[in-house]
């Protein structure tokens, strides 16, 4: 069964660090774009971040841009989302997502681009 497997949310304060983790299983994504998108209460899921299938590339939403780094390990075929002082909007259940290697140059911060999906992890950020 071909899974991706989120881990590392919880509850924090703002101004905290986080560190979302998302392992493959089931097949390699290792030569696939990766993201992560989140989804807050009562909103639609929206995108946070991408990264090329090499991992030389990122790709940020405005609203996390310099706060939050996505990074990847082929080896481990994983990737992480460090969340640096984070803001209680940021509260949501963050998705990983893998796509096709070109999606990163083509609707990477579009769902509709990606093809698996990880069940998600809840992030919730106190005041």
């Keep these: 069964q ?3 497997v989120e881990s590392g949310g919880g509850l924090v304060q703002a101004g905290d660090s986080l560190r979302l983790s ?3 299983s089931g097949r390699t994504f290792a030569f696939h774009t990766k993201a992560w998108f989140r989804q807050g209460p009562g909103k639609e899921r929206e995108f ?3 990264v090329d299938w090499g991992g030389g590339l990122t790709y940020y939403a405005d609203s996390v841009k310099g706060r939050f780094t996505m990074s990847r390990d082929n080896l481990k075929d994983t990737v992480s989302l460090q969340m640096n002082s984070v803001k209680p909007e940021d509260t ?3 998705y990983c997502a893998a796509g096709p290697r070109s999606t990163y ?4 911060h579009s769902a509709k681009a990606y093809d698996y999906w990880g069940q998600g992890t809840q992030v919730t950020v106190s005041s």
Excluded: K, R, T
């Excluded at 140059?105 to 990477?108: F, K, N, P, T, Y």
């Design 92 to 94: 949501a259940v963050y």
């Design 105 to 108: 140059h083509s609707g990477a």
């Design 48 to 50: 946070v971040a991408a």
């Design 22 to 24: 998302c392992a493959a």
């Design 2 to 4: 071909v899974q991706l």
